[in-house]
């Protein structure tokens, strides 16, 4: 059961909070302890924490923002830039020559279990929790991915054209869950969003006459080759999508060739894949997908392959970008997080970036509880924060531009999902409250999603001694530079920045913490 106040105490520092609200722009965390290592910040339809949006001091002040086990939550500090060495035995040196990759951006998925969950709230608490991902009061996100169809957080089955034989697609039609559901809440997203949300579609499953397994489910891939009818229908299926979600004023930045196609090729699998091998996979970009794709009128949509965990790099890189028939219609490869632990980066992300600089790297999926070990929804974990930061810092540090999660918002069991593959979000809903959570991973997140905006270019960072200390630097569009810190272990740990353009920053890492540094140069 959560701690909390009593109710006259919490009404005393809500009206306290509202005050310090309007002079500054930021609120604080309304914390809740569920017995999770670390709070949740509960927010309703009148409140919500936020740190407002962000302006840097002038050159020789630093912005910092803390995050921590302790209960911070993206705490503001700020401080002065010093002249001279603090004498730190730790010292990270920024190294503005080294230039790596542009980043392109942060965000999540609006699954059905997603939408069901923001529009079981009152308005109020709909609008408040949209605002905190993407108003510019809120955490910046500007990515979202979208389910073609439905996946296992769906509460049904089914696709946009289960009629068999339909190989013209003439029956082919959205659901009532993007047309009531998904669809509004894009559109709301949207107008929140100070730019244009970079749309990314995946599908699960092609129709079940489709396929070889005549399912959704278990494993089976689509009948016949590539270049085949089945395979044709298959690339004129997301165009549809792409022609039907434009009448709503939706337009996709990119679309994956299907989550997941290893689930596919599983014996029994438990719910909605389509399976593909790379060598299947590059045939359909090179003699369908990417032709119908460059012949329809979203020509400049782009391509990721793969959209499965890292562990099948640099493998189907190879096989997939080798020809230069598929490789011509591709942008990027996108990975999942899953099993990431079993596979170093290096020899995955950084071997592929290696081989195929011109095509980026890009994060679809991410989520915690999905491990059978550490199942479903935990209000207050820090250990997962420190998950996600940890793999979003190494996924930075080599070569990707981009990382997603999976469900915006989810319910306290972790679903809805039609085959009870209950997982957490850094949003948890309590419909009969009206009140919503934000996870510590949602503030994990936050120090990336909020500071990283597109464009923005990572550099070098060279460390003057061995640390426990994970870190990744930008330039942003502006000249500034943003540092973002983890500290994943139990102890203190005291360092300096220096920037040569600047000079030196002193600070420190508590212990169990997420640290974001900025400052101008100029």
């Known amino acids: 059961m959560a701690v909390s106040l009593p109710s006259s105490g919490l009404l005393v520092l809500v009206f306290l909070i509202a005050e310090v609200t309007h002079s500054t722009g930021s609120s604080e965390c309304v914390a809740r302890n569920f017995g999770h290592n670390s709070v949740v910040c509960e927010c309703n339809s009148t409140y919500c924490d936020s740190v407002g949006s962000v302006t840097l001091p002038p050159p020789g002040q630093y912005s910092s923002y803390l995050s921590s086990m302790a209960g911070s939550r993206l705490e503001a500090g700020q401080g002065q830039v010093q002249v001279n060495s603090s004498g730190a035995g730790l010292r990270l040196t920024i190294v503005p020559y080294q230039k790596y990759q542009r980043i392109r951006g942060f965000g999540g998925a609006m699954t059905d279990a997603a939408a069901i969950n923001i529009l079981s709230l009152s308005a109020g608490a709909q609008d408040q929790l949209l605002r905190q991902y993407f108003s510019p009061e809120g955490i910046g996100y500007s990515v979202v991915r979208v389910p073609v169809a439905s996946c296992d957080f769906s509460t049904r089955l089914y696709t946009y054209a289960d009629t068999p034989g339909d190989y013209n697609l003439d029956n082919f039609t959205l659901a009532p869950e993007d047309i009531n559901m998904k669809i509004p809440l894009l559109q709301r997203a949207q107008a929140l969003s ?29 009948k016949g080759r590539p270049g085949g009818k089945e395979h044709k229908t298959w690339a004129q299926y997301y165009i549809r999508f792409l022609e039907e979600y434009a009448k709503y004023n939706l337009t996709f930045w990119a679309l994956t060739t299907g989550n997941e196609p290893s689930a596919g090729q599983m014996t029994n699998y438990s719910f909605q894949a389509l399976g593909f091998t790379p060598e299947e996979q590059r045939d359909w970009v090179a003699l369908d997908l990417g032709p119908a794709l460059h012949a329809s009128s979203h020509p400049h949509t782009h391509v990721l392959i793969l959209d499965d965990n890292r562990l099948l790099l640099p493998h189907w890189a190879k096989v997939v970008l080798n020809d230069v028939h598929a490789g011509r219609y591709i942008h990027g490869v996108a990975v999942h ?3 990431d632990g079993l596979v170093p980066a290096e020899i995955s ?8 600089p011109e095509y980026y790297l890009f994060g679809t999926e991410a989520c915690s509880g999905w491990s059978p070990l550490d199942r479903g929804v935990k209000l207050g974990s820090w250990d997962r924060a420190e998950q996600y930061a940890h793999d979003i810092i190494e996924d930075l540090n080599h070569y990707v531009v981009g990382w997603t999660d999976w469900n915006l918002a989810l ?49 070098g960072v060279s460390a003057s001694r061995e640390t426990d200390l994970e870190y990744s630097a930008f330039i942003r569009t502006d000249g500034s530079v943003v540092l973002i810190i983890l500290n994943r272990s139990s102890s203190v740990i005291q360092f300096e920045v220096w920037d040569p353009a600047v000079g030196y920053i002193p600070s420190t890492a508590p212990a169990r913490s997420v640290l974001t540094l900025a400052w101008n140069t100029h």
């Open 194 to 222: 100070p730019r244009p949300l970079s749309l990314l579609a995946s599908a699960w499953s092609a129709p079940a006459w489709m396929k070889t397994n005549g399912a959704l489910t278990g494993k089976g891939c689509l």
């Open 337 to 339: 997080w899953y099993f």
């Open 349 to 356: 992300l950084g071997v592929t970036h290696h081989l195929y």
């Open 411 to 459: 319910d306290q069991t972790g679903g809805p999902n039609w085959v009870k593959n209950f997982v957490d979000s850094p949003v948890i809903v309590d419909a009969q409250r009206d009140v919503f959570y934000k996870q510590p991973t949602f503030y994990s997140m936050a120090h990336f999603s909020k500071f990283l905006w597109e464009g923005s270019q990572r550099v």
